[in-house]
C-alpha cells in the first residue's frame, strides 16, 4: 500500500546519530508498516506506525507501548494519526519522553509500556503532542486489528 523503505531509512540514520539518545532507560523498538495485513505486530512494538488510507493519501495510525515478557502489554491506539514527513518526529519525541522519563531506577519497569501504565494513555498523548510543532490527525482509521492472519510463505 505505501513504500516505507524511505522513512526507515531516515529513522535509521537518526537514531544511529543522534548522541542525545544514547542512554535510553532501556530497548526502545520503532516499527513503521506500509501495509494494513498485521504485517509489523504492531501490537508489541513501544512505537509503531501502519498506514491507512485516508480520503486520497495515506496517513500512519499510532501504537504505543507494546511488549513482550512478562509484564506484556498489547499498543495501545493513541487515536492519532500523522503524515508520513511526520513520522521522524514522532519517533524523535516518543524517544525523548522515554529517554526524559522513563523508570532508570528498576530493569524490570524500564520499558515504554510500564511509562504509560504509570502516566495513563492520555497524559503519555498529551506529553507527545507538547513536544510536537504540528498537530496529529484525530479519530480512529483502525484498518489494522489482532485478528487471523495468512503466514507469509502461504502466499
Not at 54 to 69: H, I, M, Y
Amino acid at each position: 500500500m505505501y513504500d516505507v523503505r524511505p522513512l526507515l531509512k531516515q529513522l535509521n540514520q537518526h537514531f544511529d546519530s543522534n548522541r542525545a539518545l544514547i542512554n535510553l532507560p532501556r530497548k526502545f523498538k520503532i516499527a513503521v508498516s506500509g501495509c494494513t495485513l498485521h504485517c509489523i505486530r504492531h501490537e508489541i512494538q513501544d512505537v509503531s506506525f501502519v498506514a491507512v488510507p485516508q480520503d486520497d493519501k495515506v496517513v500512519f495510525d499510532l501504537t504505543v507501548g507494546g511488549g513482550l515478557s512478562s509484564g506484556r502489554q498489547f499498543a495501545l491506539r493513541l487515536e492519532r494519526t500523522c503524515q508520513p514527513d511526520q513520522v521522524l518526529a514522532v519517533s524523535d519525541a516518543v524517544a525523548h519522553l522515554f529517554h526524559d522519563y522513563g523508570n532508570r531506577e528498576n530493569r524490570s519497569a524500564a520499558r515504554l509500556r510500564h511509562l504509560i501504565q504509570n502516566w495513563g494513555l492520555e497524559k503519555f498523548r498529551d506529553a507527545l503532542e507538547n513536544r510536537l510543532d504540528f498537530v496529529l490527525g484525530t479519530g480512529t482509521t483502525a484498518a489494522h486489528g489482532i485478528g487471523p492472519t495468512t503466514p507469509l510463505w502461504l502466499f
